[in-house]
């Protein structure tokens, strides 16, 4: 417990990290979902301590992203890597570029908008830990 990332965060923290990190990168599209990992799942089970001081809680994060160039697909996952709250392992990443270049998809780029040029997703595993409140003793 002595890590600075295996500590205690809500997704609304996780979630202004993702949008601050998004805006950094100059990402042009960001969607997420968590769910929480099922209590008797490997990733969740294995990574439980052997006392009862603390539990951790891992929930798997799905992201879907747009990118005008591959350089900020990249250097969101770097930074989401770095900065996240918590401590996060990828599971997935995937990237799809579009086969051409338009017109239309660079005056998009040229108004900050979702050209599609890039799309990726990107899954991880995150993992906080949680105090278990300690019953008192009569």
Avoid: C
């Avoid at 609304?12 to 008797?40: E, H, K, P």
């Avoid at 591959?70 to 890597?81: H, L, M, P, R, T």
């Avoid at 570029?97 to 599609?116: F, I, K, Q, W, Y």
């Amino acid at each position: 417990m002595a890590s600075d990332k295996l500590i205690p965060h809500t997704r609304r923290t996780a979630i202004r990290q993702m949008q601050s990190v998004a805006v950094d990168a100059g990402l042009t599209a960001l969607n997420y979902n968590f769910q929480a990992a099922a209590n008797l799942a490997p990733e969740a089970a294995s990574s439980q301590p052997k006392n009862d001081l603390y539990r951790v809680n891992v929930e798997n994060v799905e992201l879907t992203l747009g990118a005008p160039i591959d350089q900020s697909f990249y250097s969101f996952i770097a930074s989401v890597y770095e900065q996240f709250p918590g401590s996060m392992a990828i599971t997935e990443v995937e990237i799809e570029r579009s086969p051409g270049v338009t017109t239309e998809a660079l005056n998009l780029v040229s108004r900050g908008e979702d050209s599609g040029l890039v799309k990726g997703k990107l899954k991880y595993s995150w993992r906080t830990a949680q105090q278990n409140k300690q019953e008192e003793k009569k």
